[in-house]
């Protein structure tokens, strides 16, 4: 039996700016990003590993440093005699100055290189066939079958030809995997982890150990979650084995982070310390009351009282990371205003218009929030940046 564990899209150095964590967070999650592949490696020794493959995505080329090559470059050796494949990915193409290229790599690792596909024997009988991504490099697959004997491993970086908004420098499906001739595709691109296969092999299906058979393809997921909207989803390794040609997948939860997302209905609470317990009731609900879990929280309903943020930051106590957003409704109140034959009047009444026209949700919230910051700009109320987003 030949044993391997897959993983991919793991990330190494990326920026967390998008996800509105404070800088601190950023570098947490960088750390957890290097402790995510910690836990795989240990997963490979801990289940006798012949080999490791890695899909892609390993680290981000704009922002890895050499430190990032060495970090790699110690994990890897300390693996030896067990094997590495790596198939470069978007984020971590195989060019002249990339860290592939450049660094001095242990014996046991491999780095599939771009162009047509490699063929790597693991054991005899068993190919293991990839090619690294590299800007410009064409589609490796189309066409292509394989001319070997015995059970065919495809490792590589590719999106899943089927989804609607498929992108990337590789795309597979299910026919054309099928048409190359391989049994099972160890894949890399999607961050949530998809898994499927023939659905008619023999032994498909899930046993009691967590073995599944007659899977075709897999995507582990990246490891941890790097985005809010990636709220559900798996986020894996994926234990193979390969027994007389006969694949068995086996799914192994990694991550140790999680995004949230809930609304607040604030339309029955009068204070600022009502609308903040109701928020602690939700997290509290929700499970968000851990430092891994970053939750967006999102401010619904009409507010008789001034949402200062800050205060109702510091009236939620919680070990989570929370962002808070409103979303605002024009009061009836608000709605008075536009009869009014002042600057506040003309305001409401200019707004009202936009809101009318609103071509879309982003849009009239963006409205809302500009008239929320006016209002209280008119009133002589303070405007904090971090309000107005
Ligand atoms: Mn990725």
Redesign the pocket.
């Known amino acids: 039996m030949f044993t391997i564990l897959h993983c ?2 793991l ?1 190494l150095e990326a920026s967390f700016a998008s996800s509105r964590v404070p800088p601190a967070m950023g570098n947490w999650r960088r750390a957890s990003l290097q402790a995510a592949l910690g836990r795989i490696l240990a997963l490979a020794r801990e289940h006798r590993a012949d080999a490791v493959t890695i899909g ?2 390993l680290y981000e080329h704009e922002y890895a440093l050499p430190d990032t090559a060495e970090f790699l470059r110690e994990q890897f050796a300390a693996l030896a005699p067990m094997r590495v494949f790596i198939a470069p ?3 971590d193409p195989y060019g002249d100055d990339s860290l592939y290229a450049l660094t001095r790599w242990p014996e046991n690792v491999v780095v599939m290189p771009p162009g047509p596909l490699s063929c790597y024997e693991l054991a005899p009988g068993l190919c293991l066939w990839g090619a690294g991504y590299a800007p410009g490099v064409a589609d490796v697959l189309a066409g292509w079958s394989s001319d070997r004997d015995g059970t065919q491993l495809l490792l590589m970086h590719a999106a899943w030809a089927a989804e609607p908004e498929a992108d990337g420098p590789f795309r597979v499906d299910a026919a054309a995997l099928q048409a190359a001739g391989f049994d099972l595709a160890l894949l ?2 999607e ?1 949530s982890a998809r898994r499927g296969g023939s659905g008619t092999a023999p032994g498909s299906g899930t046993a009691p150990d967590g073995q599944e058979g007659g899977t075709r393809y897999v995507y582990p997921g ?1 490891p941890e979650p790097l985005e809010a909207r990636e709220t559900a989803g798996e986020h894996l390794a994926v234990l193979v084995s390969v027994d007389q040609g006969a694949c068995q997948t086996r799914a192994l939860p990694v991550a140790q982070w999680r995004y949230l997302e809930r609304r607040v209905d604030l339309s029955g609470s009068s204070t600022i310390e009502e609308a903040a317990a109701l928020v602690r009731v939700e997290l509290r609900e929700a499970g968000a009351v851990d430092q891994g879990t970053i939750c967006r929280v999102v401010l619904t309903g009409v507010r008789r009282f001034d949402l200062d943020m800050e205060a109702l930051r510091g009236l939620v106590d919680t070990a989570a990371c929370v962002q808070y957003d409103a979303e605002q409704a024009l009061g009836f109140g608000v709605e008075q205003l536009a009869y009014e034959a002042t600057l506040r009047g003309q305001l409401v009444r200019r707004m009202q218009g936009r809101l009318a026209g609103a071509a879309s949700q982003n849009e009239r919230a963006l409205t809302l929030r500009a008239l929320d910051l006016g209002l209280r700009a008119l009133e002589g109320k303070q405007v904090r940046p971090y309000e107005s987003g």
């Open positions: 991919a899209d990330h892609g995505d990915g978007e984020c890399g691109h961050h990246s």
